[in-house]
């Protein structure tokens, strides 16, 4: 018998096969990733290692804290069925939500972040990102997203005050709030960079609007139900907007879709405001879902390609920026700002917002939160994962030249050459000019923040495959376009978020507010969210040391600190509802968050470095002002006042959240000791059960059961 009581099965053995092959396929990955060193790598073993792993977790660890930890259970009502109002509580089609989560938390870090990375090398990232996503993002997302579920869908922050206390409640609401505007004002610069003068990106990206609004429309009013054509639909409107947008970039219509950063900041802010007011059927699930056939095929189809072309990995598995700490990219040593830098892949905070925000309020059936909330974060992972090649392909040198700032390397060919080789690596003037050349850019020299190196190796794996090299400066612009695809389905779903969480607090001192379809309670705080991350946009196009380089280490930060709340309430819910011998699953991730960032965080507010801290920044840059000097970056004055006070404003920003993460863990602690003292005096804040009349599968495809269920209450679906 096993420990439930269920007769034991005997073991398949075709199953046994196929899982002990799956296991030797990642193993050989790990093996020939962590042995190897002076001899060609081949990227393809990157892939294996990450496949083979997330096919095990997800089998066999998710599983088990799905059925054995969490108790899923199918016959309790969602709150989207209970609540349901048709704007921000709908049930949704699985495969609908699963589109809609996976676009929202795969942003700018799963894209951005392992490229920048790379500068450390390719293996230490790889181990994060995939060893970390089994163990502590998927984790996190699942685990988040059940317990809010249970809760009406309520927000980290909310969660936090009524399980953990006043004080880290309160802690909580405002770190994650602050952290959220954060994470946004990046989000939407990383857009801003990669859409500026851009024609064709800019009407690519924009088609999508009218055509999820089509999506929304077929789906909820002319053929409700039909996921299958109006998936179809949307798959075929979005690749004509794709090639139309080409057309669009060499037409007399290019000026009229060639942005200047300023235009955009303002554009973006009109649209976050618009997409958090409409109702979720109208625009941000169908658009969320329509998004995920592009991100998934694209990385789907870089990985077949890396598997044709085999190409080797070219950076070194460790380069000694990585013990050095003093990389042209970014500055840090290897602990901690390499698990910072890698801000979503594995483990993401921002995630922990929609997996309490959107999603719980839209999920069916809780036996659904595994595929969405563990198998999600997988596939943003693998979506890492294919950045890191990506990036450690392509000559080191080139990766180098790309994404070193202007003040390290020089704006010509010649000085960049001389300042690569000063890093170690080697790449000819000539050939910095033809890289640039063939993806027909007039320079790829201090391209930072990531994309235009994912997008360069992107076009050099898609050209071999599709086209040939004549391709190649298709591909590029191509994959610019699809990373900003990518990143603004996190800020219209971020928004949105941001909008539940201000409600949430507003809703403790003003009870309407708590209603989060109240219109007034909806404009004003849609308003309010757009207009506080659109300050931090604004800054960043503004910033005289570049806003990527300056705000992405701070996004980095909070990001990390927002999981170490989310694992804190996971930790302290696991352990109120009696699952004290499962606390570890979210407990021990908990602890190497919290030391990896706050030792970051310290890093950043008290380094003697000015590369590394922000105080030492300022002072630097202010002691120069009362000189009378202008220091580079800078033009003129103007820019060395600025950079004083985003300096300022970083590094204040990185010590209150740091200081606010700390008496959250703190009061949790606290909270979870009362508990085991007296566990009646403990009150768990779970919504009343209510018997589900809903029916539908767990996954992708119904089982048999499940089938005969769909049969039985009169419906038939795969």
Not at 4 to 22: D, E, H, S
Not at 484 to 499: E, N, P, S, W, Y
Not at 615 to 636: C, E, H, M, W
Not at 661 to 669: G, R, S
Request: charged share 15%.
């Amino acid at each position: 018998m096993s420990p439930a009581g269920r007769p034991r099965t005997a073991a398949n053995p075709r199953k046994v096969a196929l899982w002990t092959a799956v296991a030797l396929a990642g193993a050989a990955g790990w093996t020939l990733l962590a042995l190897s060193r002076g001899e060609q790598v081949s990227a393809a073993w990157m892939v294996a290692a990450a496949l083979g792993t997330y096919a095990i977790a997800y089998r066999f660890y998710a599983r088990f804290i799905a059925t054995r930890v969490l108790k899923f259970d199918k016959s309790r009502a969602t709150p989207a069925e209970r609540l349901n109002d048709g704007v921000d509580f709908h049930p949704t089609d699985r495969r609908v939500l699963l589109g809609h989560h996976f676009a929202a938390i795969a942003g700018a870090g799963p894209l951005v972040g392992p490229v920048l990375a790379a500068q450390m090398g390719y293996l230490p990232g790889t181990i994060w990102i995939i060893v970390g996503v089994v163990f502590a993002g998927a984790v996190q997302d699942m685990v988040v997203l059940f317990f809010s579920t249970r809760r009406d869908g309520r927000s980290l922050g909310q969660m936090a005050r009524e399980e953990i206390g006043v004080a880290g409640g309160a802690a909580a609401l405002l770190a994650a709030f602050a952290i959220m505007i954060i994470l946004l004002g990046v989000l939407a610069l990383i857009i801003v960079n990669a859409l500026a003068q851009s024609p064709w990106g800019t009407f690519s990206i924009g088609m999508t609007i009218p055509i999820a609004l089509l999506m929304g429309f077929y789906l909820r009013v002319l053929r409700p139900g039909r996921v299958t054509e109006v998936s179809l639909i949307g798959v075929a409107l979005l690749l004509l907007a794709l090639v139309a947008g080409r057309w669009v970039a060499d037409s007399s219509w290019a000026d009229t879709f060639t942005l200047e950063p300023k235009t955009l900041v303002i554009w973006l802010v009109a649209y976050g405001f618009i997409a958090s007011v409409l109702p979720v059927w109208t625009l941000l699930a169908p658009r969320d879902y329509l998004s995920t056939f592009m991100k998934i095929g694209t990385i789907g189809l870089l990985a077949v390609g890396v598997l044709i072309t085999l190409p080797n990995l070219k950076m070194d598995a460790v380069t000694h920026f990585a013990g050095r700490g003093d990389g042209p990219v970014f500055a840090g040593s290897l602990f901690p700002f390499v698990f910072i830098t890698i801000a979503c892949g594995a483990l993401s905070g921002f995630h922990a917002l929609i997996s309490s925000g959107t999603t719980p309020k839209m999920v069916q059936k809780e036996t659904q939160i595994r595929m969405i909330g563990y198998g999600s974060m997988l596939m943003e992972s693998f979506v890492a994962v294919m950045a890191l090649v990506a990036a450690s392909i392509i000559d080191p040198g080139l990766y180098f030249a790309m994404n070193a700032p202007a003040g390290v390397i020089g704006d010509t060919v010649q000085s960049a050459s001389q300042a690569v080789a000063q890093f170690g690596y080697s790449i000819s003037p000539d050939q910095l000019a033809a890289a640039a050349k063939a993806v027909e850019e007039h320079t790829l020299l201090s391209r930072t923040g990531g994309a235009p190196t994912l997008a360069v190796g992107v076009a050099d794996i898609f050209s071999q495959v599709f086209g040939g090299a004549g391709m190649k400066a298709f591909w590029y612009h191509f994959a610019i376009m699809f990373e900003a695809l990518f990143i603004l389905t996190a800020l219209d779903a971020g928004t949105r978020v941001g909008r539940f969480m201000l409600q949430d607090m507003l809703g403790n001192v003003y009870k309407p507010f708590r209603n989060v379809s109240w219109k007034p309670g909806l404009v004003l705080c849609s308003a309010a969210v757009v207009t506080l991350w659109g300050y931090f946009l604004w800054v960043g196009v503004h910033e005289p040391l570049g806003g990527i380089n300056q705000l992405f280490p701070v996004f980095g930060i909070a990001n990390q600190l927002l999981a170490a709340v989310a694992l804190t309430v996971c930790t302290t819910l696991l352990i109120k509802s009696g699952r004290l011998k499962w606390a570890w699953i979210t407990g021990v991730p908990l602890v190497w968050d919290a030391v990896v960032t706050l030792t970051a965080s310290w890093q950043k507010v008290f380094s003697g470095d000015p590369k590394v801290g922000f105080f030492t920044q300022r002072s630097v840059y202010q002691d120069a002002i009362d000189a009378g000097k202008v220091l580079p970056p800078a033009k003129n004055m103007s820019d060395m006042h600025t950079v004083v006070t985003n300096s300022t404003v970083d590094g204040v920003l990185s010590a209150v959240l740091a200081l606010l993460i700390v008496v959250v863990i703190a009061d949790a602690a606290r909270v979870c000791v009362r508990h085991l003292r007296d566990p009646a005096a403990s009150r768990l804040s779970e919504a009343p059960y209510r018997r589900s009349a809903i029916v539908a599968p767990a996954g992708l495809v119904a089982s048999k059961e499940e089938k005969a269920e769909l049969a039985a209450a009169g419906r038939s679906g795969p």
